[in-house]
């Protein structure tokens, strides 16, 4: 294998590592908020859910991003933050727009990027890669 060939692997694997870190630390930031008492007022509010809703919503966002962020269960928690930012798009915006008020921009590059680490994996840089006893369809 050439060393052009080596460098690049080597660069999708830390970009694989960036993505997966910055998409955790946003939904770990989005999860913790979701524990303050005033979220449970916009739950039971437009949205329409019981207030017991909150901490399982909360819980959501949390630990799936945790898991992304260190490289464990990559692909289950990203289907399950796909799953999240579906909701967000077509439930809690109702994909009302594109950009402005209600715009689903930012929930859009999340499901987005959400879905290339379902397909791509967690990469080298990942617990996942160096425990090796982990089934690779987990990963």
């Known amino acids: 294998m050439s060393s052009a060939a080596i460098k690049e692997n080597r660069l999708l694997d830390v970009a694989f590592c960036g993505m997966r870190a910055a998409i955790g630390v946003i939904f770990i930031v989005h999860g913790i908020a979701k524990f303050d008492p005033g979220f449970a007022g916009f739950l039971t509010g437009p949205l329409g859910f019981p207030p017991e809703m909150q901490i399982p919503i909360a819980l959501a966002e949390l630990v799936p991003g945790i898991l992304l962020l260190v490289g464990v269960l990559t692909r289950i928690s990203a289907s399950l933050l796909s799953v999240i930012m579906i909701g967000a798009i077509f439930y809690v915006k109702e994909a009302a727009s594109l950009t402005g ?15 290339v680490i379902v397909v791509a994996g967690p990469g080298k840089v990942s617990i996942a890669h160096i425990a090796k006893k982990i089934p690779r369809f987990l990963h």
């Open 101 to 115: 008020d209600r715009g689903y921009e930012i929930d859009l590059i999340l499901l987005a990027a959400s879905l």
